[in-house]
């Protein structure tokens, strides 16, 4: 079992930055897909990015590339999602899950993850 906590969420103006965190507890994400996900209000839940802590390989979506890095600290198994650039289409509650099985790729559907984390909120204003 892993127990995920997000944090960094929060209200900020188009164009600025924020960094979410994800943090495991209970069991380490061992050689696990590590992904984010988000949904936008009154919309399904979507992929935004992806590392498997095998490999470091990682995935994003066409909508988030050159602007959000997905990154790991082993140390502190934690996964980081670096957000830049923000737009106001970028709000949403923002998800981080685990596959809770072994990848060398990540994984990108909702499907493929066992573990999610509370969700934290992103507003981008305009």
């Known amino acids: 079992q892993v127990q995920l906590v997000e944090s960094g969420g929060g209200l900020v103006q188009a164009g600025d930055s924020l960094r979410l965190s994800c943090a495991a507890s209970?069991?380490?994400?061992?050689?696990?897909?590590v992904g984010w996900f988000r949904q936008p209000p009154g919309k399904e839940r979507e992929f935004v990015a992806a590392?498997?802590?095998?490999?470091?390989?990682?995935n994003s979506a066409d909508s988030v590339k050159g602007r959000f890095t997905i990154s790991r600290d082993n140390a502190k198994s934690t996964v980081y999602l670096q957000m830049n650039s923000l737009k106001p289409e970028d709000t949403a509650v923002y998800y981080c899950a685990a596959s809770g099985t072994s990848s060398w790729n990540p994984a990108r559907m909702l499907l493929e993850y066992a573990y999610w984390g509370q969700g934290t909120q992103v507003t981008v204003t305009s």
């Open positions: 590392i498997s802590w095998r490999s470091g390989n990682t």
């Open positions: 209970g069991r380490t994400f061992s050689s696990q897909s």
